[in-house]
């Protein structure tokens, strides 16, 4: 399997169309087509399902889809990394996490390290620990923004200097806006949008599942989600409560939406790891030094 192939089984899947595929890759229709259907052959599946004017991908199809979007980055990522190893530090950086106001941490970071080495650049990828993980054991990612709890018996990491409150975002016309904080107790009756992280029984701990006790798994959970924005949006339009960190959903005055903090207070810490024994490249070394002395009062060695 070529790896030029790929590339072309990409743009034809991202165009939907032979003939604008073979446009943009300055190919010949016939040469695109059979190029693709050796490709089926190599890999004994079908691919597409062709019509007059688009084509359709199968379920192998979205498989390869997924796959060769992963190797196509990894080869883009691995050529960068080669190139950028000259004097001059340069490259780039792959940094996931889910929605935090620990990234200011890493902002910080990344802007005292631009004022020496303007020539890094920073990738964000934006997801749940699973995501992130998943993209950090593939190596799409140098770096993982984790929220505890969290399993991290499989890298090394760093303690951020900074800790997450939790809450409830609410219409600012509910009932339970009118509280200065929200009980166990104001939540076991209302509809609740949680964040699967947070409510998955995977650890051995569960920081959200201690707080509510006893009556965790009386809770009417009626929506669970990865990203706040999308639980924001939820909430508007009045589907329920959405348990959330503080300063990730818009609450300001022109919001419809309103945050109550948690009553005990309830705070998450945070980590950011990486692969044990991985190989730097000279940016993302560069970066590890970086965080390393900004956190170094709180860094743990597995």
């Not at 199809?61 to 000259?86: C, N, P, Q, Y």
């Not at 923004?145 to 399993?151: H, K, M, T, V």
């Not at 600012?172 to 939540?187: E, F, N, V, Y």
């Not at 009556?215 to 924001?232: E, I, R």
Request: proline share 2%; hydrophobic share 40%.
């Amino acid at each position: 399997m070529e790896f030029r192939v790929l590339r072309y089984f990409l743009t034809v899947a991202r165009e939907g169309s032979m003939t604008a595929a073979a446009d943009f890759l300055h190919v010949t229709q016939p040469t695109l087509s059979r190029q693709l259907k050796d490709l089926e052959q190599e890999l004994g599946k079908k691919l597409f399902i062709r019509s007059s004017h688009s084509i359709i991908l199968t379920d192998e199809g979205m498989l390869l889809r997924k796959r060769a979007e992963e190797i196509v980055d990894m080869v883009d990522k691995l050529k960068t990394e080669f190139s950028s190893m000259e004097d001059t530090i340069s490259g780039d950086v792959y940094i996931g996490g889910g929605e935090t106001q620990a990234m200011k941490q890493i902002a910080r970071v990344v802007k005292d390290l631009k004022l020496r080495y303007p020539n890094i650049r920073y990738h964000l990828y934006s997801g749940n620990e699973d995501d992130v993980t998943e993209r950090l054991d593939k190596g799409l990612l140098d770096f993982g923004i984790l929220i505890q709890p969290a399993d991290l018996s499989k890298y090394n990491y760093l303690n951020i200097p900074a800790k997450d409150v939790w809450g409830v975002v609410m219409r600012k016309d509910s009932l339970l806006a009118a509280k200065d904080t929200i009980q166990a107790a104001d939540l076991l009756n209302v509809p609740l949008i949680c964040s699967r992280q947070a409510i998955k029984q995977t650890f051995s701990t569960n920081e959200f599942a201690d707080w509510f006790g006893e009556d965790f798994d009386k809770l009417n959970v009626v929506t669970t989600y990865n990203l706040a924005y999308n639980a924001a949006i939820m909430v508007e339009e009045g589907i329920g409560y959405a348990v959330v960190l503080d300063k990730i959903v818009n609450t300001s005055s022109d919001s419809n939406l309103c945050f109550r903090p948690l009553e005990p207070r309830l705070e998450s810490g945070l980590n950011i790891v990486w692969k044990k024994h991985q190989v730097f490249s000279a940016a993302t070394d560069m970066f590890l030094k970086e965080i390393q002395a900004k956190f170094l009062n709180s860094l743990s060695d597995i």
